[in-house]
């Protein structure tokens, strides 16, 4: 295999390889593609140039995702299979095949996890950092762990025996507990018993300071056992297992719901009871205790996982101590726009002089948050439109939006009821912006709003100005602090009158007609991308320059595959950031030679979605196509839900995002690995790493300079690592 090199800024691409990629062989398994995502997420987990607690929180990050591809896709194929659906994946493997191959994964997966977890645990003890048996109590231990005991555990603890009086109790999606084969310490007496452990209870427990100064912490499941009896008097322990279900998370709502927020209450309490699809359960586990808890779950063979170690490595961040800083992360704190700071802190101010971009989280995302809190106590504005798919649960935003219909000022929101795992939230967020006086849009029934977008109308003078907000990611200031997206500032005309159109469409199901500058899922995102690409073909063709540059969280959409394929064929230059899924074999002899494909795995979560077009004139240029979306390149963004896709158009914005961003992204080194046309991921090689990552938080982007203007904003430079 040749050298592998990320740098795709200042390298050529490599030789191609020859691959049979005919047929559905030109696609790389959609399942199997996010496998190997979290396999890069798992292997920083044990990256020596990432802090050791920073590798605690990968594996953890690792163990959720995990959790997540299992309530919801696995659990997919599982039920296409039990309905005898038979329908092939674009890469030509049916249900059942695709469940084979992931469960070997997997296993392997999680065992990788076990590993990893064994060399952080010696990583920590070398750091002073604890992880005890409860071989490792001393005397004087435990007579504080008694206390704590009986003080935060004992009371929420329901120990519950296994009789025909005491039927086998619902363990939820998630649920972590304890199976006990207890005898009477007189006598010959059997007991069968159950310990569920609520969520509520901490997994791990601090001990106090031990001479040496070490940190020192008890797993959860080691204090039940060392208090055992205080729950059981007058039984002995004689075995034990610990388990973890995992259920079918996925939600189905009717079609013809006259009461979407009851629907969708209604559906969240089936989520809970959705069948079991995988179980973690201890390695050895007692034959009588086994066959018990898989005959009571209803748990076939092949969705049982034994593990010899920890089960729910979800619970280490648990363990991320800010007490420790030297093993996280350096601290960094988000650039205030200079733009902003120069016209006092006037946001709409700064958005009439010129369109502005901000890179979150390098550039705080608290400016979003401001922009609707100042259109909020604005007297001139008069009208607010938002589109809330996430936000945090006490958001400063839904908060500025209820301060504003309480001020008198016409507000709508559309929030997105069917965004995974966020629904109980948003049915919360939608009330009490409704007992606040707006108004809440649920949009489609059988499509998700998706978009980010947020406009303000004010008055000035006798004219009413658009403010509008397009974003990449969620309007939720929590995650803004480690995803990397773009909010772009504008009072274009145009795109301010575009995106009322857009609202109008989720509000009153008319389709926008004339958009004047803006494209739109399901109506013509997905069109404007398969435009631009054949653009390229055109100019390739004619012998002038061709490249495309995009970046995005999962590429699967065959349509837009094909078209990158043809592109390829036709000498067009494709260089993509994928940081998750990517359906698309690259590097391919007479299919995809000259399309290569990266994905950044870091310290930061890598969301933003962009594309560049070379229009003739090859990238990076000037006179480029330019395009932020909200939108990933799959089936479900680009014909089932409303999604965004947003033209740049002032020439800082465009520079900062060509030659800053997307130039940083295709040079890092740091932390990218090159997917070869065989579907496997290969770490860049070479000593010395450029971090795009390290390079945005040390450097101004260009639109936000201010007065102190965007000459001296640098395009790409950076010591290397």
Known sequence: MPEINADFLNHAAPAPVALNAEGPARFINRELSWLAFNWRVLEEAANPRVPLLERVRFLAISATNLDEFFTVRVAGLREMCREGIGRVSADGLTPQQQLEKINEDVRDLMAQQQTTWASLRGGLSDEGILILGTEDVTPQDQESLSRTFLEQVFPILTPIALDPAHP?????????????????????????????????????????DSESGAQRFLPLEALLEMFITQLFPGYELRGRCAFRVLRDSDLEVEDEAEDLVREFETALKRRKRGKVIRMNISAGAPSELRKTILRETGVMPDEVIESEGLIGFDDLSELILPERPELLWPPFTPRVPERVQDNGGDIFAAMRKKDMLLHHPYETFNTVVEFLQQAARDRDVIAIK?????TSRDSPIVAALCEAAEAGKSVTAV???????????????????ERAGATVVYGFIDWKTHAKISTVVRREGEKLATYTHFGTGNYHPVTASFYTDLSLFTCDKALGRDATKVFNYVSGYAPPVGLEALAAAPLSLKSTLLEGINAENTHAEAGRPAAIWAKMNSLTEADVIDALYRASQAGVKVDLVVRGIC????????LSENIRVKSVIGRFLEHSRIVCFGNGEGLPSPKAKVYISSADWMGRNLNWRVESLVPIKNKTVHAQIIEQIMAANMADTAQSWVLTGDGIYHRHQGEKLFSCHRFFMENPSLSGRGAAGAKDAPRLTHDFD
């Open 386 to 390: 938002q589109t809330l798919y996430r």
């Open 583 to 590: 359906g698309l074999r690259p590097g391919v002899a007479g």
């Open 168 to 208: 086998f109790p619902f363990i939820g999606s998630g649920g972590f507990a304890l199976a006990l084969q207890l005898r009477r310490s007189e006598g010959s007496r059997k007991l069968t018993a159950l310990l569920p452990v609520p969520p509520q209870i901490p997994r791990f427990y601090q001990l106090t």
């Open 415 to 433: 929030v997105e009821l069917k965004a995974r795992f966020d629904e109980a939230a948003n049915i919360r967020l939608s009330r009490t912006l």
